[in-house]
T-cell receptor, first 110, second 117 residues
Framework: GQNIDQPTEMTATEGAIVQINCTYQTSGFNGLFWYQQHAGEAPTFLSYNVLDGLEEKGRFSSFLSRSKGYSYLLLKELQMKDSASYLCALSSGGSYIPTFGRGTSLIVHP | SAVISQKPSRDICQRGTSLTIQCQVDSQVTMMFWYRQQPGQSLTLIATANQGSEATYESGFVIDKFPISRPNLTFSTLTVSNMSPEDSSIYLC??????????????FGPGTRLLVL
């Protein structure tokens, strides 16, 4: 089976940096996704990591360590519009359909 | 990307009734999926909608409760049958363009918010 763990809620200040962690246990790891979901809206794709290391995409970066079963999403120069739920999702085994974690609700305040 | 619409966007239904949710994509896609997202919970995959054949259901979900149709490459329906308050949730349609290989991005519809009284 799979297990995905991420914090339920985080708060941060506008302009700051925040790191959202995701730990997982699985066999047959394929890759790890991060999605953003604003309240009342559909999830949107942010990143997909297969290999260890950091991948940067503008203000957002995603890191993966397969040996540690660990990933994080790094958000820089936080803006109020970054207030959303961030979903960690795992693809493993023969199925490429990802399994989603419960999501981390990020609240950005002035 | 893919533009996905769902109908209805929300509904309030009486227990024991059924509701059919429609998902329309602006272009042909290979894979279509149906998810449920209960309040404060993660996205849970209900089934993969297969064109021209029966859907593939995940553990805990059965065809009698959640019949699914997929007549072509741009459209699918999910029916929530004999509803109870426990079925109150957001139901999301999702698609991926190719065969669902590793790393294939999934695109989500806006969701249907269902409240069962």
């Amino acid at each position: 089976g799979q297990n995905i763990d991420q914090p339920t809620e985080m708060t941060a200040t506008e302009g700051a940096i925040v790191q959202i962690n995701c730990t997982y246990q699985t066999s047959g790891f394929n890759g790890l996704f991060w999605y953003q979901q604003h309240a009342g809206e559909a999830p949107t794709f942010l990143s997909y990591n297969v290999l260890d290391g950091l991948e940067e995409k503008g203000r957002f970066s995603s890191f993966l360590s397969r040996s540690k079963g660990y990933s994080y999403l790094l958000l820089k120069e936080l803006q109020m519009k970054d207030s959303a739920s961030y979903l960690c999702a795992l693809s493993s085994g023969g199925s490429y359909i990802p399994t989603f974690g419960r999501g981390t609700s990020l609240i950005v305040h002035p | 990307s893919a533009v996905i619409s769902q109908k209805p966007s929300r509904d309030i239904c009486q227990r024991g009734t059924s509701l059919t949710i429609q998902c329309q994509v602006d272009s042909q896609v290979t894979m279509m999926f149906w998810y449920r997202q209960q309040p404060g919970q993660s996205l849970t995959l209900i089934a993969t909608a297969n064109q021209g054949s029966e859907a593939t259901y995940e553990s805990g979900f059965v065809i009698d409760k959640f019949p699914i149709s997929r007549p072509n490459l741009t459209f699918s329906t999910l029916t929530v049958s004999n509803m109870s308050p426990e079925d109150s949730s957001i139901y999301l349609c999702s698609v991926s363009r190719t065969s669902g290989g590793a790393g294939e991005t999934q695109y989500f519809g806006p969701g249907t918010r269902l409240l069962v009284l």
